[in-house]
């Protein structure tokens, strides 16, 4: 299957039209239609992604198969459900019930008897009846919104994905045959749906890498490409070979072009007439190819002489051409560079014979090996020319063309230079920072000239391209826009804008890059990856790699650049880490084509065109990638500009168009032959997949009538139409597709009938044009199937009928409504006809009464919405049985059995199926402007006459008329409560809402408001009392006070609050807060309301609310136990005491209020800070006892001790274990020694228990975790020991008060004071404790295991014991803490006072000591623990020792690193003030500089004697006294000034800014000024000289005397005074800013 020979030649054509054509014999007209693409943030098509392995079909093959690269042709996007395929589309949906729902979450229907209203002797509802399988609860939201199935937005009719959103189909086609080019041509064909087709010149390589050939010519080394392919060999020698792989030319044999090296570089001129060719001795030849026996022109290296003298420029001998070109149009004009980075251009006279010319050659880069070094001094760095190359011509005259740009790339900068009619750099750039740091350094570029375009650029307008250079250092390339402003002076040329537009990172470095086209890269990078990129997006569309290509490439720079790399320096980030071979010479392009020198051949690769792409895919049997692909051309999704298409889209789709549609009309012929001929070969998958795509395709061009008009005839023809109506039913929901043939709707019912879809079907239905339909066909099918939707939609927008789907509706409720036998209701309540579609007519009105379409809700036409309306409202309401259609004689009975209809047969029959749906989707209606009294509907004027029945009376209708009809036939006799109930609300709702409509009279109103207090169900509760607001808004009946017992029966508590509002009566209304159990929270702000000063409440009134309050107060606190005390405390705190009253004794509902009252969080509580009662305190200190005993202490630590009563707390907190706030009340309270003595008791206690607990661990340790009781003890210890010195503590301090107000006699040595008496017990206690406890805890008698033989000891000994001994340890130190701060008091005698410190420690510690001999029956014990204790202060000692050193090691490495700091000084970058010019040092310099120093010297000198001896004369006194520094002032932190003004070089240390020259440091470059004192003598002698003023210098290396400096600075702050400098907060002065640098 192939498109015809022609398509592929326009093909081929487009492709060449893409590409500048510079041939001979062209016309150099350019046919570039390309237009500038944005940047697309991601693809949506791509041509070319990874493969998928999924088969689709096998076709039969001749030969192997090769891997086809499109094997997916859409990028992957969204995953396709199961429902996409045939096998697992989804079966019909659940019963659209729910979809009358507008809330799909609503609680489910709550069970209930039939008859739930006592007395009432009427059934419901039918639909309302529990039971009969109701699609709605037992009573029905009054407020819920009707929402049809098809328009809701909830998915409950699943359906495939629209086939514009599928992914791409997966396959693994296999080819008939291998795709063969010419033997003579090719040796590896390529497919031709490949990116790039390659092809080795066999011929070509077979002259010039063959071993014959390589021993006549040499190997080739370089390719330059034009009207023929030339290339340089290894000989010198030059090979032309044409097109067709002639050998055209050898150039050099017998000629001096041999003896001068291989050839290095090679260039054609632009009328390829001549070539040149670079040497590796440094000679270029030209070459005229018409004579080419000698050479035309040669221009050889300097020789000796020239060398030494240096009377003219060139290249130096034996230094390889590495770069060659031709300037512009002329022969004897060319550009070169070499290997040592120098570049010369070369322009020879006009005359006869290479003898008769003479060339001019001048240096246009680098420098000569034996060139003196710069005068900036800065070291040179090796360097090399990396890319060059003269601007090409284009095909349109730009003044460039005779400038003679040529543009050079080295490591560092790009240079742009014009050499012609003089040299002059034009443009630098240097290397971009986003250059990988030590990354492979490679640079190439490339120049695109200006060419004339068929369409203007789309952005500027113009009919030519700009001129571009494209160049890479490493991994980022840019493109650099050239454009020409013309000058005043015509002879003069333009001046060039250098303009870098576009820049893009590579993932590895750049080794080569050409322009295929005015918008097409391709780079080759250093790993032989060919990559493709389109121009201003930057885009890159392909990339595959050619390493199997073995390009040409060989290593010219890192001779030259190999210092370069080896000092490599790792804090140069500038710097690279290995120099790449050069590929420059081996990768060409040409018209579109791409050439490689290779090692062992020549290959032409060529960009497959767009149409060659789906040519090769079609004869794959890819037809529905070519299809893709081809859609992806059209749209412009695909990488256009790289296969040839244009970018502007009109031309685009002309050339697209026509190739789409026949690509799908020959894949649905092979498809369905293919088919016929073997059904197996082509499954449904793979039809419905070319459905897909054949639709995407034909809604992206615009042509849908293919779809109906082929398409689906080879679908029919063949049996599979269900395939392509199901990919066509996502576009007819969408609207994409509205209009359906006949036919194809008749298939489409009867299919998805056949498959069980009816809901599908009939949300198609409702979105097909219905002007298309067969409607007779179409009501047929749709009765027959119950496709109510869509017989309405049919009815309504085909016909305009409104009044026959409500008949078809109703017709259904007749047997429903007739049979009063409850359980064949149930069974045709259940059946779906009846059940599921009679409930339809409920949306139905809603949506018509409201001016919207049923079912999908788009808003009707206002003539046809009120022609909609009118006849519905006179169906409804005109109480008489009708005759439709109208003269037809057939008219509709509600009760064909009876002899009679009842009046409103038809409102009856539907308020008896179903009153709660009817009245709520009459609620809807009445919001519809539609029952106004408007001028419009009036029928005056005749307006009415020519209007049928229906019309005139539905005009009439209004609210007041529908309103008395639904009173009249709703009463209590016909209907049940369950029914009333929502007329009631109906009416008690729009009252308010239209008052100016409805009148009805106020016993009405009463009934209602009674009827809706009766509610039937508790479900109701909340939408009856919501309407009952509704009413009293704009109701208010006669006698309230008879409605409140109702109010208060139905529990309407938000009715009830607003009348005792409104009353006054605030105790009711706070009582009624507290029955509330949905709003009970708010009573406190009710309370607050009530009883704030503000409201004005009477004495009663207040009282009332007391009463409330009191009734209901434990209720209230545990509503909020900190909100009820808040506001209490807040309105009424005489309540306090009942309300704790009222709580349990002792709960901890009793322990938050108190908590919330006694200390209240400060952030939420708003009340001030009261007093309470002492009883109040009490009992919340015995609760937190209970509930917090944590808190205990810190709290009767901050309370008045008057509060409190040690008797009645004192036991509470003695069997709550909270000891430490009872030695803190004792304590406060005086008793100092019961209190140490409790407290000993208690460390004993607790001593006891840990005894106990380590005697009996085997039998405890399967009950609970003894070692963590036995440390939870021990912490316990510690804890109360720390309690022990607090009190020890506090004691020495108020015995010190007291001494220092009455001084008392001195203790005896040998008697103890009361304070010590304290520390004497607590350390005998501690100690007593440690020693017992040591020897149960020991290590000896630790080893116990639980009784479950486990190998883990029970108890942690060591931790135990060191937990031991810190309470001594604690103990003892606060002790000599107490002790030594004793001497910190003031005092006159520092003497006593210290020793006496001392003498309380050593009494203590003696009286310790005697007792300890007294009582303990073995020293040794208490020996071990003194010892341990004393040896864990040495540790610590020697601890804070080491680190210490630690300490001050570090700090003297950082102080000496911060002097060598300020030792170091700047070096000026001149020798004169860069403000006045003059010199300020160095030869030449004004003033006795020596001498001036020289008497500085003397004085600095003299400074340091008198020093010294001050120190020798103060040493003996123990204090030094220095004398005032005479030369210096210190300021802030020692930042000195200088003593004289010399221009000294820069001895002081280094700053940030700047510092003064003359040995005096200024961290921020500050301003130095000289002081009046220092060598004031030597000035004095010198008034006849210059000034030696002080100089700066800067950190930018700029020099300036201080003077000059100062008046600068003056001058930009604009006052133009040298005026004083600011000093800042450490004595510092201003920081200088320098003029120049900033």
């Known amino acids: 299957m192939s498109l015809p020979s022609s398509e592929r030649d326009d093909g081929a054509a487009s492709m060449e039209e893409d590409h500048l054509d510079l041939s001979p014999e062209g016309d150099a007209a350019s046919s570039d239609e390309e237009t500038i693409k944005p940047e697309r943030e991601q693809d949506e098509v791509s041509g070319l992604v990874e493969e998928r392995t999924s088969v689709i079909f096998d076709q039969p093959t001749e030969n192997g198969p090769i891997a086809n690269r499109y094997r997916q042709l859409l990028r992957d996007r969204d995953d396709v459900s199961e429902e996409g395929s045939a096998e697992g589309l989804p079966r019909r949906a659940g019963s659209p019930i729910d979809s009358l729902l507008s809330a799909p979450d609503d609680s489910p229907s709550l069970g209930g008897s039939m008859i739930s209203s006592v007395g009432s002797s009427r059934v419901p509802s039918l639909a309302s009846r529990p039971g009969l399988n109701s699609p709605t609860p037992s009573f029905r939201p009054f407020d819920r919104r009707f929402q049809s199935r098809i328009s809701s937005p909830s998915a409950l009719s699943p359906r495939p994905t629209s086939p514009a959103f599928l992914t791409g189909h997966s396959r693994q086609a296999s080819m008939s045959s291998q795709f063969l080019l010419e033997s003579g041509e090719t040796e590896t064909p390529t497919p031709p749906w490949e990116v790039v087709r390659w092809t080795k010149l066999k011929k070509l390589n077979g002259q010039a890498f063959s071993e014959a050939g390589k021993r006549s010519f040499g190997s080739p080394t370089c390719l330059a490409v034009s ?57 270029i030849f030209t070459w005229d190819t018409s004579r080419a026996s000698r050479p035309f022109l040669h221009i050889p ?175 980022v390339l840019t493109v650099l826009d050239v454009d020409e402003i013309p000058t005043d002076d015509k002879d003069k040329p333009p001046i060039l804008k250098f303009k870098a537009r576009s820049r893009w990172k590579c993932e590895e470095a750049i080794v080569a890059v050409q322009w295929l086209s005015r918008s097409v890269l391709t780079v080759l990078t250093i790993t032989q990856r060919l990559i493709v990129l389109e121009d201003k997006s930057m885009r890159m569309t392909e990339a595959f790699d050619l390493i199997h290509k073995y390009i040409y490439h060989a290593d010219l720079f890192s001779t030259q650049l190999h210092n370069l790399v080896e000092q490599l320096d790792e804090n140069d980030t500038s710097m690279h880490g290995v120099v790449a071979d050069a590929f420059y010479m081996s990768f060409k392009a040409y018209k579109g084509r791409i050439f490689l020198l290779g090692f062992n051949d020549v290959s032409i690769g060529a960009l497959s065109n767009w149409a060659d792409r789906l040519i090769a895919l079609m004869e794959n049997g890819d037809y529905i990638g070519a299809i893709q692909l081809a859609t992806s051309y059209y749209t412009g999704d695909a990488n256009k500009l790289t296969v040839g298409l244009p970018e502007d889209a009109t031309l685009r789709h002309r050339m697209v168009r026509d190739k789409v549609m026949e690509i799908m009309s020959a894949s649905l012929k092979y498809v369905f032959g293919q088919r016929q001929k073997n059904r197996t070969s082509v499954d449904d998958q793979h039809l419905r997949q070319l459905a897909e795509t054949c639709f995407i395709a034909c809604q992206s061009i615009g042509d849908l009538d293919f779809l109906f008009d082929e398409m689906y005839e080879w679908y029919e023809d063949a049996g599979v139409e269900g395939i392509f109506l199901e990919v066509l039913e996502p576009y007819i929901l969408e609207k994409t597709i509205s209009t359906i043939p006949p036919t194809a709707v008749k298939a489409m019912v009867s299919h998805y009938v056949s498959k069980g879809w009816e809901s599908r079907l009939e949300e198609i239905i409702c979105h097909i044009e219905t002007a298309t339909l067969d409607i007779d066909q179409v009501t047929i099918l749709c009765k027959q199937h119950g496709l109510y939707d869509a017989l309405i939609y049919v009815w309504n927008q085909a016909l305009s009928d409104y009044i026959t789907p409500l008949i078809d509706l109703l017709t259904l409720l007749i047997p429903l409504v007739q049979n009063t036998d409850y359980t064949t209701s149930r069974n045709l309540m259940e059946d779906e006809n009846y059940g599921v579609n009679a409930l339809k007519m409920f949306p139905y009105l809603s949506y018509t009464l409201t001016g ?66 009817f009245l709520s989707a009459l609620n809807e209606a009445f919001e519809d402007p539609f029952l106004n009294d408007s001028q419009d509907k009036q029928l005056n004027g005749g307006t009415g006459k020519d209007l049928p029945e229906e019309q005139i009376f539905g005009l009439t209708v209004d609210r007041q008329y529908v ?110 807060y507290f029955e509330d159990p949905e709003d009970q929270t708010e009573v406190f702000d009710s309370i607050a309301e009530c009883l704030q000063p503000q409201a004005g409440l009477t004495k009663k009134q207040v009282h009332d609310v007391h009463d409330v309050i009191k009734q209901h107060s434990r209720e209230l606190v545990e509503l909020d136990p900190v909100r009820a005390a808040q506001t209490i405390a807040t309105y009424a705190p005489d309540l306090h005491r009942f309300i704790l009253d009222s709580l349990d004794e002792g709960s901890e509902l009793q322990y938050d209020y108190l908590k919330a009252l006694l200390e209240p969080d400060t952030e939420t509580s708003e009340q001030p800070t009261a007093t309470y009662d002492r009883d109040f305190i009490e009992l919340y200190v015995q609760l937190m006892c209970r509930y917090n ?30 000891i430490d706030a009872v030695v803190i009340l004792m304590a406060r309270e005086g008793q100092v020694q019961d209190a140490m003595s409790r407290l000993t008791r208690h460390l004993e ?165 005697t007792r300890a001999a007294r009582t303990s029956p073995n020293l040794a014990d208490l020996r071990a623990v003194l010892t341990s204790i004393f040896s864990a202060y040495a540790y610590e000692e020697s601890i804070l020792r080491l680190s210490n050193r630690l300490l001050e090691q570090q700090l003297f490495v950082n102080v000496k690193e911060a002097v060598e700091l300020r030792q170091r000084g700047w070096r000026p970058r001149g020798s004169t003030c860069e403000a006045c010019g003059k010199r300020v040092w160095g030869p030449g310099v004004a003033g ?130 040298d005026s004083h400098r600011e000093v800042d907060e450490f004595g510092r002065e201003a920081v200088y800013r320098c003029p120049i640098d900033g």
């Open 227 to 283: 009207a023929s392919i030339v290339l340089g060999t290894s000989k010198g020698i030059i090979l032309m070979f044409d097109y067709n792989q002639n050998l055209k030319m050898i150039i050099g044999p017998g000629t001096k072009a041999i003896e001068s090296g291989p050839i290095t570089a090679i260039a054609i001129s632009a009328d390829y007439t001549t070539i040149a060719g670079g040497h590796a001795s440094g000679d």
């Open 301 to 475: 290296p300097l020789d000796s002489s020239q060398l030494q003298n240096r009377t003219m420029d060139g290249h130096m001998p034996n230094v390889s051409i590495t770069h060659l070109g031709f300037l512009g149009t002329r022969h004897t004009a060319l550009v070169s560079a070499d290997d040592r980075g120098m570049a010369f251009s070369h322009l020879a006279t006009r005359g006869t014979g290479a003898l008769g010319r003479t060339v001019k050659t001048t240096r246009i880069l680098g420098r000569y090996p034996d060139a003196p070094p710069p005068s900036s001094g800065k070291p040179l760095k090796p360097s090399t020319v990396l890319a060059f190359s003269p601007l090409p011509l284009g095909n349109v005259e730009r003044a460039t063309d005779s400038m003679g740009l040529t543009a050079m790339l080295t490591p560092y900068l790009l240079v742009i230079v014009s050499t012609t009619p003089i040299a002059q750099t034009q443009h630098k750039s240097a290397r971009p920072k986003d250059v990988a740091p030590h990354s492979a350094m490679t640079g190439c570029l490339a120049w695109f000239p200006a060419v004339k375009l068929k369409v203007p650029d789309p952005s500027t307008g113009s009919t030519m391209s700009k001129v571009k250079l494209v160049y890479c250092w490493s991994n």
């Open 852 to 917: 919207r379409i049923y079912p999908n809700g788009e808003r009707m036409e206002d003539e046809v919405a009120s022609k909609a309306k009118a006849e519905i409202y006179w169906f409804l309401f005109s109480g008489k049985s009708i005759t439709w259609p109208k003269g037809s004689g057939k008219t509709f009975l509600t009760r064909p059995t009876q002899a009679e209809e009842p009046s409103f047969p038809y409102l009856r029959i539907i308020l008896q199926y179903d009153a709660p749906s």
């Open 963 to 1072: 309103v008395s009809i639904l009173l009249e036939i709703m009463n209590p006799n016909d209907f049940a409560p369950e029914d009333t109930i929502y007329l009631d609300m109906f009416i008690a709702r729009n009252l308010p809402k239209f008052p100016q409509y409805l009148l009805i009279p106020g016993s009405t109103l009463d009934k209602v408001l009674t009827g809706l207090c009766e509610y039937p169900g508790v479900d109701l509760a909340e939408d009856a009392q919501l309407s009952a607001e509704y009413l009293l808004s704009i109701y208010q009946p006669p006698d309230i006070s008879t409605m409140i017992p109702l109010f208060k029966k139905a529990c309407f508590y938000r009715i009830l609050k607003r009348i005792y509002r409104n009353d006054k009566q605030y105790g009711k209304l706070v009582q009624t």
């Open 1189 to 1218: 005993s944590s808190h205990v202490s810190d709290y009767v630590g901050i309370v008045q001790a008057t509060n409190l009563r040690l008797d009645k707390l004192l036991p509470t907190m003695e069997d709550t274990g909270v």
């Open 1245 to 1409: 206690t607790l001593e006891s228990a840990l005894q106990g607990l380590v005697a009996n661990t085997d039998d405890h340790a399967d009950d609970f975790d003894v070692k963590e009781a036995a440390e939870e003890l021990l912490r316990g210890l510690q804890k109360y020991t720390h309690v022990g010195i607090w009190l020890c503590q506090g004691q020495m301090k108020t015995s010190k008060k007291l001494n220092g107000i009455g001084r008392r006699s001195s203790p005896s040595p040998s008697d103890l004071t009361p304070e010590e008496s304290l520390w004497l017990e607590l350390i005998d206690t501690t100690v007593q404790i440690t020693r017992r406890l040591s020897s149960v805890v020991a290590p000896s008698k630790s080893i116990k295991v639980s009784s479950s033989s486990s190998p883990t000891p029970v108890l942690d000994s060591d931790k135990l014991v060191a937990l031991l001994r810190s309470l001594v340890q604690h103990t003892f130190t606060a002790l000599m803490t107490a002790t030594s701060t004793q001497s910190g008091t003031p005092s006159n005698n520092r003497l006593v006072t210290s020793s006496g410190g001392s003498l309380t420690f050593l009494r203590i510690l003696r009286a310790f000591l």
């Open 1488 to 1617: 006795n500089v020596f001498e001036a120093w020289e008497e500085k010297q003397a004085i600095e000198n003299k400074k340091r004697e008198e020093k010294k001896a001050a120190q020798a004369a103060a040493r003996g006194k123990g204090k030094a006294v220095f004398p005032p520094d005479e030369g210096e002032s210190y300021k802030g932190k020692g930042k000195g000034k200088s003593t004289v003004s010399l221009p000294a070089t820069a001895n002081g240390p280094g700053s940030s800014q700047g510092q003064m020259v003359n040995g005096k440091q200024d961290v921020q470059g500050l301003a130095v000024e000289p002081a009046s004192n220092g060598g004031g003598d030597a000035l004095t002698r010198r008034k006849d000289q210059q000034p030696l003023g002080p100089l700066v210098v800067l950190a930018c290396r700029h020099i300036y005397h201080k003077a000059c400096l100062d008046a600068l600075q003056a001058k930009q702050r604009g006052d133009g005074v």
